[in-house]
């Protein structure tokens, strides 16, 4: 297994930035495809961006492209979005999540573990 825990989320105003880390412990972290999703209010959980293993490759919604950045650092088994030229619209709880098996996915059946999410508020 893998624990995961967000830190990072805050309140910004719109265009600026914020970094989310999220820190895994437990099982080795290069085991596991990584990614970010978010949920906001009465809506459903989206997918935010992916990466693989040795974070060699990448993969992000058509809404935070160009925008977002996603990372990781096996070495300190922590995973990163860089969010830059924020908008309201990004206003959500923000998620990681690690996937076993397979490729990096969009799809959030595919995770097995989760953290609990750290609040994203951007202002207008």
């Known amino acids: 297994q893998v624990q995961l825990v967000e830190s990072g989320g805050g309140l910004v105003q719109a265009g600026g930035s914020l970094r989310l880390s999220c820190a895994a412990s437990?099982?080795?972290?290069?085991?596991?495809?990584m990614g970010w999703f978010r949920q906001a209010p009465g809506k459903e959980r989206d997918f935010v961006a992916s990466?693989?293993?040795?974070?060699?490759?990448?993969d992000y919604a058509d809404s935070v492209k160009g925008r977002f950045t996603i990372s990781r650092d096996n070495a300190k088994s922590t995973l990163y979005l860089q969010m830059s030229s924020l908008k309201p619209e990004d206003t959500a709880v923000y998620y990681c999540?690690?996937?076993?098996?397979?490729?990096?996915?969009?799809?959030?059946?595919?995770?097995?573990?989760w953290g609990r999410g750290t609040q994203v508020t951007v202002s207008s």
């Open positions: 999540a690690a996937k076993t098996l397979g490729l990096k996915s969009r799809s959030s059946d595919e995770y097995d573990y």
């Open positions: 437990g099982r080795t972290f290069s085991r596991y495809a």
């Open positions: 990466i693989s293993r040795n974070g060699g490759s990448t």
